[in-house]
């Protein structure tokens, strides 16, 4: 068997898989990055968590900025605290991470969301900025 | 074969490949969203949340069976060159990782992390060096299974062997004891985390310190809790994991150094050449990737920006993990057996038992970020 059957990695050492991981991983992210800044024109804001949608902040059509409350959540918050899980249902508000429009806003006040699932507001962003 | 051009090269990965990403396309998309309907024992999706059987622990296993039944116990020349690129996946999904912290993060818990690791990889060198004289193994045997179940399983030995003129057979059998080890734990360590309630940073805490593979460590978390996010247990046992493969140098030479001693005849070579052959160079991706994220160039938290860079080292990880298990040969592990055998287990399963020890008594449940 040659060391090359014997090898763990297409590639000639160690060393030259690293450098490709790094330069694979550079580009995924740029391509990521161009692809949410530059070619999507619109993104759906679907629940973080599960929850109930209690409030929605914006209107369609409406111009929002970065860090603009877009609705809120009553959520179930679990934390470790002195070493015992504390949960506690609190109101969590979730913002615009670019300035854009609301295009459309599919949620209702008492909605049961689930998490990635359900639409809640469609937002187009500002060209070259990240939703 | 060996005489392939570039596109010879690329189109003889795209067969083992296009396997592992199948594999997890169809773990991924159908059977882990079937299997979290189907009701057993009265709970809904009671293999993935009570068997912890996600799409990780399913990659693993598929993999295993790929070479171990389906292949017969090796992978075919026409899928090899795809099946090596498992530890570029995984390489990659540790650069991307990054991606969960800011420096601040890791600053809070990088302190703890340093000193159990530096404490349990030093300690256990040490450890096994001893333990090696009491069981009069073979001195090169003792300094190979010192820097595999010290600091980093296989790429640790196959790093120490040639300075402490390991045998290749030795070699094996050391391999062979912290593979079997390492497939063992990462098996039984979400189940026993789940039993105590650890939470995410006690169990990254304990599996980024006890397990000695970075492919086992991530897939240890993830079987733990799937969530790529700050605060889970794959963020925190990452950090203990990039810890541990910074030092793999520093240990390759304390070993040596420690070998050397009663060796007249050998070639010594200096810390500072062990550390420009051996760093692992592409943990300054990981730490690139952090600066990003510090520089909220990736996106603020909670943004699809992230949410999408996430998905995607989801993927990247599974084919990696596919890969992993298809790795792992059931005729290399039973291998294993004589001194090596006895040091690796000895050594292997106080270091697991102790570190979950000390996480209990003094890692808090409430993570640091």
């Not at chain 1, 249902?89 to 806003?105: M, S």
């Not at chain 2, 099946?83 to 999904?93: A, C, E, N």
């Not at chain 2, 298990?325 to 006895?342: N, Q, S």
Request: proline residues 3%.
């Amino acid at each position: 068997m040659s060391d090359k059957k014997k090898s763990l990695t297409v590639f000639k050492t160690d060393r030259h898989e690293d450098i490709a991981a790094i330069i694979a991983s550079a580009i995924i992210v740029a391509i990521v990055l161009i692809y949410m800044a530059f070619v999507v024109p619109s993104v759906n804001l679907n629940a973080q968590q599960d929850g109930k949608l209690t409030e929605v902040f914006v209107a369609e059509g409406a111009t929002v900025k970065k860090g603009d409350k877009l609705y809120s959540l009553e959520v179930v918050k679990k934390k470790w605290k002195d070493n015992v899980m504390e949960e506690k249902h609190v109101i969590q508000e979730f913002t615009a991470k670019a300035n854009g429009k609301v295009l459309k806003i599919a949620g209702k006040i008492g909605d049961k969301v689930k998490k990635d699932k359900g639409l809640i507001i469609q937002l187009s962003h500002q060209r070259g900025t990240l939703p | 074969m060996e005489d392939k051009n570039i596109f010879g090269k690329l189109l003889a990965i795209v067969p083992g490949l296009a396997i592992m990403v199948g594999t997890l396309f169809v773990l991924r998309v159908y059977v882990e969203p079937w299997m979290s309907q189907v009701t057993l024992f009265g709970y809904k999706g009671w293999l993935v949340k009570v068997m912890s059987l996600n799409y990780i622990v399913m990659s693993i296993l598929l993999g295993m069976f790929y070479r171990n039944v389906l292949f017969g116990g090796k992978i075919p020349g026409w899928a090899e060159d795809g099946f090596r690129t498992t530890r570029l996946f995984i390489k990659i999904g540790v650069i991307m990782l990054g991606s969960l912290y800011t420096f601040d993060k890791l600053l809070k818990v990088g302190g703890v992390a340093i000193t159990l690791i530096v404490a349990f990889v030093f300690g256990t060198a040490i450890f096994i060096l001893w333990l090696g004289k009491r069981l009069n193994a073979d001195r090169s045997v003792s300094s190979v299974m010192a820097a595999a179940c010290g600091v980093c399983g296989v790429s640790a030995s196959v790093a120490t062997a040639p300075g402490v003129r390991a045998k290749p057979v030795d070699l094996a059998l050391c391999i062979a004891t912290i593979l079997g080890f390492g497939i063992a734990s990462m098996f039984v360590s979400p189940y026993i985390g789940k039993l105590l309630n650890m939470s995410d940073y006690q169990f990254g805490a304990w599996v980024g310190t006890g397990i000695l593979n970075s492919g086992q460590v991530l897939a240890t978390c993830l079987a733990f809790n799937p969530i790529f996010a700050p605060g889970t247990a794959v963020a925190y046992g990452e950090i203990w994991n990039v810890v541990r493969v910074i030092s793999i140098p520093f240990v390759v030479f304390f070993i040596t150094a420690w070998y050397w001693k009663n060796e007249a005849a050998v070639e010594r070579v200096s810390l500072s050449s062990i550390i420009a052959s051996k760093f692992p160079i592409f943990v300054i991706g990981f730490v690139g990737m952090t600066a990003l994220s510090s520089l909220h160039i990736l996106g603020a938290e909670g943004s699809e920006t992230l949410r999408v860079i996430r998905e995607v080292m989801a993927w990247v990880f599974g084919v990696g993990l596919v890969g992993l298990g298809a790795y792992i040969d059931v005729r290399e592990i039973k291998a294993a057996g004589g001194t090596p055998l006895k040091i690796g287990l000895i050594a292997g399963l106080l270091k697991y038992l102790l570190a979950l020890i000390i996480i209990l008594a003094f890692i808090p449940k409430e993570g640091a970020f």
